[in-house]
């Protein structure tokens, strides 16, 4: 199974941009799915944005056009470019990986704050 740990999370002005990355180790790291989800205070954990393996991409609609997920299986990397930040993109960020339906164990994740 994969381990996961996240980072790059900071403070940020509004319209402001910040690159979170989630490192990888264990096993094979190609054939997993990663996953991007955020909770905000007092919020259920939300989807953000997924890759699947072969590099197809989706988002959640709140976030579609802003941010964009990438991947590096040779790094065994995991990325999620955020721009034009809001304060409502506020939250803690987990990734996860994916496999036959099951996720990873979720990590500490790494705190994003958008304000000014």
């Known amino acids: 199974q994969l381990q996961l740990v996240e980072s790059g999370g900071a403070l940020v002005q509004p319209g402001g941009s910040l690159r979170l990355s989630c490192a990888a180790s264990?096993?094979?790291?190609?054939?997993?799915?990663m996953l991007w989800y955020r909770q905000a205070p007092g919020e259920q954990r939300e989807f953000v944005a997924g890759?699947?393996?072969?590099?197809?991409?989706n988002y959640s609609d709140s976030v579609k056009g802003r941010f964009t997920i990438s991947r590096d299986n040779v790094k065994k990397m995991a990325y999620l470019q955020m721009n034009s930040l809001k304060p409502e993109d506020t939250a803690v960020y987990y990734c996860?990986?994916?496999?036959?339906?099951?996720?990873?164990?979720w990590g500490q994740g790494t705190q994003v704050t958008v304000s000014s």
């Open positions: 996860t990986a994916r496999r036959f339906g099951v996720l990873t164990p």
């Open positions: 264990g096993t094979i790291f190609s054939v997993y799915s």
């Open positions: 890759i699947t393996s072969g590099g197809g991409t």
